[in-house]
């Protein structure tokens, strides 16, 4: 028996383009390993900004929905997932906006029925590692918030007998995971920009920056040319929201991969402990056992 084609990746995500912009280079990575990554995306997006001037149109506006379906398609493809599952709950938008106080956004949806769902997915695909959010201290979209609460009760739930017994037979995955973006490497990409001659998107996160704030980093996964240039690819997918000359491709490549070349983790919840303090690797240290 092959481990590394025994590897299975659940990668949970709210809006359409957010597998892009968090996850990308580490699902890349998994994907040319024989890893099964599969992807959960929780709404439509519906409520996203149309970012890029040229598409900036009528037209585009009124089919959305439609065309954020079609670029994720083309970045889960570019991406290398097996299998994407879409939960068709409706984007909540931002707080205190109309499209959040929708019956049908995503942040209104009974949490229960969202957990269940999610533990279904578990158990069928019997991920060994999943990926969810922190609690987004520094971005609070509903619907980012919502994907943080329901992938750790979800997470706890497939492993437990009398929690959702429709849902199938119990799986335990192992760990689960969230994307961080630290503040040394949000400081160095926001000092390349200047240094470039270029405006910085990143002066609000770095003033409100607590100090004394802890930044648990559990694991480090390390982009290559290829895995970066795929997660540009994936982005660039995005056409509606992404602007093709924004701050996101500012950077050349290589100067990424000079002073941010990881996607950094934290560790949420593990019934298999982590073998380091800190690993290379979202599976280090599962073996026959849990696969």
Known sequence: MNLAEERRLLVVHAHPDDEASKTAGTVAT????????VLITATGGEEGE?????????????RLAEIRREELDASVRILGYTGLVLLGYRDSGMPDSEANARPDAFVNIDENEVV???????????????LGYDDHRHYQHPDHLRVHVTAIAAFEAAGDPDAFPEAGPIWEPARLYAPKFSRAAISRMHDALIDLGEESPFDRFLDGWDPAQVEPIHARIKLTAETLNRARMALRAHATQVDPNGFWFKVPPDLVLELNPYEEYELLAARVPQPDAVVDDLFAGLDERHI
């Open 50 to 62: 149309v970012l890029n001037p040229v598409l900036d149109q009528p037209e585009t506006q009124a």
């Open 116 to 130: 269940g769902r999610l533990v279904e997915i578990i158990r069928t695909e019997k991920p060994q590692v999943i």
């Open 30 to 37: 998994y994907a040319d390993q024989g890893v099964r990554c």
